[in-house]
């Protein structure tokens, strides 16, 4: 008998469909020698702010996810003991940012069932230092956060959102359709090769709509420079390649597609795990009312015998991951901020039960039924 094999993503099958596009688009960088920043970077721009719906010159190219974050918190003048408020289950890159420029990141704890930072939590949070909010759409849903912006605004607090891993992810408000990322003073998305929108090596994207940041952004990634060689403050050297803004173009292209298909794929799992019975083992992602998740990751929790299930699922060829398995909180990096364990209970217990399958592109309704038998089997013989 032949076993799938079938990784946590993979990235050829969706390349497969694109490879002539992307390969002309390359071409022309090559001939035109061209490599950092330019009209390509500007065209990838315009074109991001059409998909979103943001005003020109909204978007601001920059070379990493980590980057737009701290892009984003620099423009907004944090000092030393500034508290950024945000969640302890994310990845790493999230609090990182707000460290690295000496501000102290405050977490609150998450919702159980979208994994989302919870918003009272977070608001309970506010102390007369905060100077933002950054939550994330984890996974590729998005943060219901319209709900506190005005509160946030009046108290003078703003609002950063990690949309790293939910670029086109939606959110139906009143028949009104808010966009990952341009809710908030400024929206961050990464460009790295496994998310949505994923180039051919780093890159990222700051979006604010307020023509004055969008300014400062487009200074701070090039050394705080708005005439060359004339620096009006000090930036970091954060350029979007050519290359990555011309194949991010082509792909661009394709995303409401793709995400529509992992959308399937999603869809599908939840059915299958319906009809397997599995619910007293297995929870599915929730999708809050009115978001259009776009499955960055399909994330289930395991409610006993996680790691055993997943060293079963890898022996029958099956990938599958731990996002996240240690809570910010608690990394030996952020000791100094004095947390200790039991403090976010729902973060604590998400480490020790989540599990991603695979989701994405090109992915068959047969690997699918086979992992959730392999699944079934496990809990149920
Ligand atoms: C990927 C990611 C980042 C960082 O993006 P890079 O492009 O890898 O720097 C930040 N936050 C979240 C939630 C991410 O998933």
Redo the contacts with the bound molecule.
Sequence with gaps: MNQLTVPILDLKRSFSEIKPEIFSAIERIFDAQSFILGQEVKTFEAHCESYLDVPEGSCVGCA????A?LLALMSLDLKPGDEVITTPF??F??AGAIARLGATPVFADVDPATYNIDLPSAMAKITPKTRAFLP?H?FGQMCPIEGVIDELHGRGIAVIE?S??AFGATRNVDGKILRAGTVGDVGCY???PT?NLGGCG???MAVTCDKDRAERLRRLRVHGSGTTYYHDEVGINSRLDAIQAAILDVKLRHLEAWNEERRKVAEHYRLLFKAAGLHDYITPPAELDGNRHIYHQYVVRVHERRDELMSCLEERGFSVRVYYPLSLHLQPCFRYLGYKAGDFPVSEQLTREVMALPVYPGLTENEQEELVRHIKNFFRG
Excluded: I, Y
């Excluded at 990493?64 to 980057?67: A, F, L, P, Q, R």
């Design positions: 990493s996810g980590t980057d974050l994310t990845f890159a999230t994330v984890l990690d790293a891993q990464s460009f790295f998310k780093d890159g990222g």
